[in-house]
């Protein structure tokens, strides 16, 4: 668990799993990241993170809002997608519920994540990724220290070429 002021970063539980869904409903919370998910991808996502925690000692970890406990979206740091320039390399992602948006939650849970990896692993670096148009992703990206990488931008192998989502750029950040 990562404790940050506002925010816990915490194994996933499976309560979890219908506020993702609901989130994963939202088109502008989806908008840069695909089609909306099914019930059973999201039931899937909380084994997944689970068993990446157990396995890799970090995951993209449930938030909890601190306040009032309820469950805003997910950030942590898992090993990048197969196929693509940063798999198996440790990379950092976020997801919020549109409702948290705005209100420094992402910054302030990357922050811990990369905080968190940092002290806890031994990792070089961690790898970031994102699609052109998801400029407040980027934007948190650069804010957070990293730096593109622009070798190693790519076309997503699990996206059809035309897929407007198909380009990924890559941020990276040493130890």
């Not at 499976?14 to 039931?43: H, I, N, T």
């Not at 910054?107 to 692993?121: F, I, K, M, N, V």
Request: proline letters at 7%; charged letters at 25%; glycine letters at 10%.
């Amino acid at each position: 668990m990562i404790e940050t002021p506002r925010l816990i970063l915490r194994r996933w539980r499976e309560a979890d799993a219908e506020p993702f869904f609901a989130m994963g409903q939202d088109v502008e919370v989806m908008r840069y990241l695909g089609p909306p998910m099914s019930r059973a991808d999201c039931a899937a996502t909380v084994v997944r993170q689970n068993a990446l925690a157990d396995s890799y000692g970090s995951c993209f970890w449930a938030i909890e809002r601190r306040a009032d406990g309820a469950f805003i979206g997910f950030c942590g740091i898992k090993q990048g997608p197969e196929g693509t320039p940063i798999a198996g390399q440790p990379e950092i992602g976020w997801r919020l519920a549109r409702e948290a948006w705005g209100q420094g939650y992402a910054r302030e849970a990357a922050q811990a994540s990369l905080d968190h990896g940092w002290s806890t692993q031994d990792w070089p670096e961690v790898a970031a990724i994102t699609v052109p148009a998801n400029t407040q992703s980027w934007g948190l990206m650069i804010r957070l220290g990293m730096t593109r990488d622009p070798d190693g931008d790519f076309d997503h192998p699990v996206l059809a070429p035309g897929d407007p989502l198909r380009r990924h750029l890559t941020y990276r950040i040493a130890r």
